[in-house]
């Protein structure tokens, strides 16, 4: 290699373009990879949303079925994958009313506690018959030890989700603990438990936008 070769010197205009595309490259990259990590909001509700005295922020979205679509949506900090607390709307885009979708819940339910111990739920139905509210325990376990207790409260309403036509919103407070901290959780838990029912009660629903062609 020669040292005296004009192409070498770190001044040169060919090094110094190279250079400029080289950093033009990075920062393409960079952007495309924050881009792909920004979830698509396909209901219109971006968050955050406000609950348990926490802003939520979107985190994850899918549509797993044309007729079924859900977001996510946590506390800064917090991962999908070992969240203590998370918001999920779900949307079903079909002409179910909200007491089939309930009943269909109480169904999993029921078949759930044959083989989950901590498993239980009761169902809330307003006044005038339009909404319901079902909370309800869940727990996962290993090597015959509890690894996670989720409590959980799904508020349930038929809504508009265009201009013609309607559908069933689930909107959902989870709540987790692991491993060693479980047992304080569901202690807690007995005390906790109405404020989070009169929360979901009291929240105002998001107002939910769909491209429906």
Partial sequence: MNPDNPVLRS???????????????L???????????????????????KFDKTDFNLAWTDKPRDTYFIQEYLPAG??????????????????????NAVSQKVKELTERKKTDIVCNYQVTESPDGNEFIVDFLLS???NEEMTIVE????????VNISEKKKGVLV??????SYGDNITDFLKSLKE?????????????????????K
Avoid: C
């Fill in 11 to 25: 001044n040169h205009p060919y090094l110094k373009t190279m250079k400029k595309n080289i950093f033009a490259v």
């Fill in 27 to 49: 920062i393409a990259l960079f952007t495309l990879s924050f881009v792909a990590d920004v979830p698509t909001d396909r209901i219109g509700v971006k968050g955050p949303l």
């Fill in 78 to 99: 917090e991962k999908p994958e070992s969240f203590n607390r998370m918001l999920t709307i779900h949307i079903f885009d079909s002409d179910m009313s909200a007491n």
């Fill in 140 to 142: 996962e376990s290993k």
């Fill in 151 to 158: 409590f959980n409260v799904y508020r349930y309403k038929q």
């Fill in 171 to 176: 909107y959902a407070f989870s709540k987790r």
């Fill in 192 to 212: 906790v438990r109405m404020n989070y029912l009169n929360e979901m009660v009291a929240v105002e629903l998001p107002k939910i936008i769909i491209d429906v």
